[in-house]
């Protein structure tokens, strides 16, 4: 009569286990989103990843496939648009002869100019 010899498993002892998940990642900046301070990240099946990428992560399909990052697309449409959508120009807070602005769609685009030059005013 032979005695029977049992592993037990993984799970009863501890250590590590492989699981599988789904990560979000931009095609252009390559950053898992869970870098990004409170996002989800991990997901148990591609279609949970999908429902929360396209809905709450922001996340974008362009016309040549690739799925890009809420900044990444802002950052996209503008450069595929010609323009930046520039908010007002404020004072800046070091110089009174100068004034900034910004895309406010990508938050690039940063622009500055001497008022003392004729510039200034709010637009």
Known sequence: MSEETT?????????L???TCWVMLCAACRIDWADEPETRSHFDTAEQAEIYLFGDGGFTTREDGRVLCPGCSARADCAEDGYHRYLPWWPSPDDPEIEWRQCGHCGGGFEDRLTALGGGGRR
């Open 7 to 15: 592993t037990p498993a993984v799970d009863e002892l501890g250590g």
């Open 17 to 19: 286990l492989a699981v």
